[in-house]
């Protein structure tokens, strides 16, 4: 179970937006008031809770997270209760994630002492008075806190460890036991999983169909910009996506890896003579001839989100 604490005067987006994605994603999550069974929010939205702080269940956490806001972080930092979730949650090993102002909690409580951590940056000072090494990036992990800087940056940029965190935490829990198994041990490895998608049938069909859809969408047709993956094999087919949206005289942005492990910046690409096989064994971007996405700039990716 994921429990987000809201207090009175907590950031309705850094609050709600997680909770959507986790539970779009199918984990129980679960919203626990600290000031009240509803509690308003700094912009003025109630919201009826789930729980009451002091009634949730530590042994049963998988995760906690607390939004920012002011002046719910204040609020939050105030609660026995969150503090004693904190407390297990460190003690267990347990994710903790906080945003904007959020993450001083933390801070304040020694935690994220020679840690890299972010946080919205009137808050940041605290983070270094308390010893954290402080990070340009938008969101942060170090080890089981994750700390983002606020959501006034696109959700593929502030927040993406939600949306991978809740993948992983949904194929562990769905993903049936090898053959010979025992029960809860691990589930498939990756190249037979790859293999079961290389089987399913219809999946020319599918992807057709998934491309009409993207292209009705009205936050498509608003968009000026896209960003897309560039598919490979049997994942689903975005290449005529990325046909029609340069037809229609979009700016079509898609991922590169070699910036560098584990990162995916996006690069503007005008045509397929943009793109040249990567590390990976992926068609990405070519360095040096394809602008890269601005800092601030968003776009409609598709499954993800609306347009700007």
């Not at 996006?266 to 996405?293: K, M, N």
């Amino acid at each position: 179970m994921v429990v987000v604490f809201l207090a009175e005067g907590f950031e309705e987006v850094e609050a709600l937006a997680p909770v959507d994605v986790m539970r779009r994603a199918g984990l129980t999550v679960k919203l626990a008031g600290v000031t009240g069974e509803r509690v308003t929010g700094s912009h003025g939205i109630c919201v009826q809770t789930d729980l009451a702080a002091e009634e949730v269940d530590v042994s049963a956490l998988e995760a906690m997270v607390l939004p920012g806001g002011l002046p719910g972080t204040h609020n939050l930092e105030a609660s026995p209760a969150v503090q004693g979730c904190i407390d297990s949650c460190v003690e267990q090993g347990k994710l903790v994630a906080a945003i904007c102002a959020a993450p001083s909690i933390l801070a304040h409580k020694g935690l994220l002492a020679g840690k890299n951590a972010t946080a919205f940056p009137s808050f940041q000072k605290d983070l270094q008075e308390g010893g954290a090494l402080l990070s340009e990036s938008y969101v942060v992990r170090d080890g089981q806190f994750l700390t983002a800087r606020g959501m006034g940056w696109p959700p593929s940029l502030a927040w993406p460890w939600l949306p991978r965190w809740c993948r992983r935490k949904r194929l562990r829990r769905s993903a049936p036991p090898s053959s010979g198994r025992g029960n809860g041990e691990k589930g498939p490895p990756a190249p037979e999983l790859l293999a079961r998608r290389d089987a399913l049938p219809g999946r020319a069909e599918k992807s057709r169909a998934i491309q009409s859809r993207v292209l009705a969408l009205p936050e498509y047709q608003r968009a000026r910009r896209v960003l897309l993956y560039l598919s490979k094999g049997s994942e689903v087919d975005t290449w005529p996506l990325l046909d029609r949206a340069l037809a229609q005289g979009k700016e079509v942005y898609a991922p590169a890896a070699w910036k560098g492990r584990g990162r995916w910046p996006f690069y503007r690409v005008s045509s397929r003579e943009d793109l040249q096989a990567g590390a990976v064994g992926l068609l990405e971007p070519i360095p040096g001839r394809c602008p890269p996405l601005e800092r601030g700039q968003g776009g409609f990716v598709p499954g993800a989100g609306p347009g700007l």
